[in-house]
């Protein structure tokens, strides 16, 4: 593959979607930065970002991959096929961190509260049962934070308002008041804070 050809390509395609890199990365849910590299031929997209950039210009992986358009004719089933396979592969990655997350908080949440019966039933009442009890929390809030971080690491938030996906910060998810793993997150979008339910997979 050429990237200075896919590179000058992606920026052709830009400018004739009447775009700027800016609003790209926006719909992309990436920087304009990254968006940089790949015109200049300095880095290529990520195997999942390929799709949804594909269907953003109106072309196909395979025009993609060779940085022209293509008669149909020439186009090679099997490029698209590949990067399909990729993609799927992502998903099920994706998936599967979804299952350890929920997995965590459910293993912590037992533990805590096996935890907290046994120094109710066994420890008697003190300063030495209010410390355990408050370790307890503690050790129960470091798998929390993980967890976290895994949940934000996959899929994106979706905008009750205007559909758009979100991909916060760390931060951003931690600080955010939530039910579950629906946050009440500002849509970059629509401007407006809105409950937003965590979806896995890009429609």
Not at 121 to 148: D, H, K, N, R
Request: glycine share 6%; net charge positive.
């Amino acid at each position: 593959m050429d990237q200075i050809k896919i590179g000058k390509f992606i920026a052709e395609c830009r400018k004739k979607n009447g775009l700027t890199q800016m609003q790209l990365a926006e719909m992309l849910n990436i920087t304009d930065r990254a968006v940089s590299k790949w015109e200049r031929g300095i880095a290529m997209p990520d195997t999942s970002i390929m799709l949804m950039l594909c269907d953003i210009f109106g072309i196909s992986v395979n025009e993609l991959l060779r940085g022209e358009k293509t008669d149909m004719e020439r186009s090679d089933p099997k490029n698209e096929q590949l990067l399909l396979d990729m993609a799927k592969e992502i998903e099920l990655k994706n998936k599967t961190i979804w299952n350890a997350m929920w997995t965590i908080m459910a293993v912590s949440f037992i533990g805590l509260l096996g935890g907290l019966a046994i120094v109710a039933f066994f420890m008697p009442e003190g300063v030495w049962q209010l410390v355990a009890i408050l370790t307890l929390c503690v050790l129960f809030l470091i798998p929390c934070f993980y967890a976290l971080k895994l949940e934000v690491s996959v899929g994106a938030y979706r905008c009750k308002r205007c559909g758009y996906e979100i991909v916060p910060t760390y931060t951003q998810a931690l600080n955010a008041m939530h039910r579950g793993t629906t946050r009440y997150l500002k849509c970059p979008r629509c401007n407006k804070r809105t409950w937003c339910k965590k979806v896995i997979k890009k429609d």
